[in-house]
């Protein structure tokens, strides 16, 4: 079964995540407007970038990283 965060965030807040992440197998929009997060890739982006941008744009209590898929909606 998938696990999927779903978070509400603001139109200026996506768009800030869109534009950190550039990287389609770690974050897409989907066709209603959400934004997509694989869980498991962005975990590797971060090793690999030493970043942190979805946690820069939301704060770092927000996320389960047990979940498989972040939606922000």
């Known amino acids: 079964m998938?696990?999927?965060q779903e978070i509400a965030i603001s139109h200026n807040q996506k768009k800030k995540l869109l534009k950190s992440i550039e990287d389609e197998n770690v974050i897409f929009q989907d066709d209603n407007g959400d934004?997509?997060?694989?869980?498991d890739n962005y975990r590797q982006f971060k090793?690999?970038?030493n970043?942190?941008?979805?946690?820069k744009v939301l704060g770092d209590d927000t996320l389960d990283f047990d979940s498989q898929y972040f939606v922000f909606s």
């Open 35 to 39: 934004v997509v997060v694989s869980v």
């Open 51 to 55: 970043a942190s941008p979805i946690e």
């Open 47 to 49: 090793l690999d970038s």
């Open 2 to 4: 998938m696990s999927i």
